[in-house]
């Protein structure tokens, strides 16, 4: 129980905790901002390439041997909208999710705080 008596170390441990948490957060945050210009730039690089594999595909009508060349271009475009969407399923909403959930504990800090101060003021009128 010691361990969370209200003493100067147990606030300065919850101090320090909190100091790491801000830095953890601001790093988590260029992280998601890397991770969108990512997959932005995914996007983008899929959809000039499905649009240079479609004309290829058109040109390979004339000339056979460049048909291929499109088929392959388009499946590889497909294979990086597939990429892109596990970034955003896998790395980029989750993070975002951890970023709302201490968002969420920053709330009910500062709740707990101003309810502790009610308290302090209630007790203290209480024993006037």
Do not use: C
Not at 52 to 80: C, D, Y
């Amino acid at each position: 129980m010691e361990d969370f008596d209200d003493t100067p170390v147990f606030r300065e441990r919850v101090s320090h905790l909190e100091q790491q948490a801000k830095l953890l957060k601001g790093e988590i945050k260029g992280l998601i901002a890397q991770l969108k210009s990512y997959t932005q730039a995914g996007v983008e690089y899929g959809e000039h390439g499905r649009a240079f594999a479609e004309k290829t595909l058109q040109f390979g009508r004339v000339i056979p041997a460049i048909e291929g060349i499109g088929h392959t271009l388009k499946g590889l475009h497909n294979l990086v909208n597939t990429v892109n969407a596990q970034v955003t399923a896998r790395l980029t909403e989750p993070l975002e999710a951890l970023l709302a959930d201490v968002k969420q504990l920053k709330v009910m800090k500062n709740a707990l705080e101003h309810s502790e101060d009610d308290h302090y003021v209630w007790l203290s009128k209480s024993l006037q």
